[in-house]
């Protein structure tokens, strides 16, 4: 079976500080992983995918499979990254399953 | 473009009652998904279609059941509601069914049993 855990429910920095959202899963073939955001009033959409090893708004993430992890990384907070992110895994076709979510607040 | 577009927005219905829910995929998208989210369990994947065919399903009863139209616009249906099953319901559409596609959500239709 496959599983996302995200084991911080919140996660409050001051601004400039760096951020690292964890993100463990458990899959037993080769997963695709992604994160996803939700900003306040808006959808959920992607951020990155660690197939594209590409950094979108200052945010990385690094697929290791030997700690199989996924962790989110900012070096720099800013308060325009407060949100909802959700750690997901895609074993097959275009279905994901979703870790239970990080809220990120960035205070100034 | 526009976006993944899903209605009603709000929905209430009563113990007992069957709802459908309806998801617009961006065009040219063939691949649907739908998700429950809910503060306990946080989104859970239902069901995905992709031409027409189911090529995926959740752990959830078969009350919940879900097609997908010629158009790729796809509707769910949820029979003999429960309290349980309020929630935010969640459609996303996939340019192609695999594995690294992006998803692009809707925003959702709320649900709420009374």
């Known amino acids: 079976a496959q599983r996302v855990t995200q084991p911080e429910k919140l996660l409050s920095v001051f601004k400039g500080a760096p951020v690292e959202l964890k993100c463990n899963y458990s899959?037993?073939?080769?997963?695709?992983l992604f994160w996803y955001v939700q900003y306040s009033r808006q959808r959920l959409q992607l951020l990155l995918r660690?197939?594209s090893r590409e950094s979108i708004k200052g945010f990385t993430a690094d697929l290791n499979k030997g700690e199989t992890s996924f962790h989110l990384k900012k070096p720099f907070a800013q308060e325009e990254d407060s949100a909802m992110y959700y750690c997901?895994?895609?074993?097959?076709?275009?279905?994901?399953?979703f870790g239970k979510g990080t809220m990120l607040l960035v205070s100034p | 473009k526009a976006g993944v577009t899903q209605t009603p927005r709000y929905l209430i219905k009563t113990r007992g009652q069957q709802v459908t829910l309806s998801c617009s995929p961006i065009?040219?998208?063939?691949?649907v998904s739908w998700y429950q989210q809910t503060p306990g369990q946080g989104l859970q994947f239902l069901f995905e279609?992709?031409?027409?065919?189911?090529?995926n399903k959740g752990n959830f009863p078969g009350r919940f059941s879900g097609r997908q139209f010629s158009n790729s616009r796809s509707e769910m249906n949820v029979s003999t509601l429960e309290l349980g099953d309020s929630a935010l319901y969640l459609c996303?559409?996939?340019?192609?069914?695999?594995?690294?596609?992006?998803?692009?959500f809707g925003q959702g239709t709320r649900l709420t049993v009374v």
């Open positions: 065009s040219g998208h063939r691949s």
């Open positions: 997901a895994l895609s074993g097959g076709y275009s279905t994901l399953t």
């Open positions: 996303a559409s996939s340019l192609v069914a695999v594995q690294s596609t992006e998803a692009f």
């Open positions: 279609y992709f031409s027409e065919t189911q090529r």
């Open positions: 660690h197939i």
């Open positions: 899959y037993s073939g080769s997963p695709e």
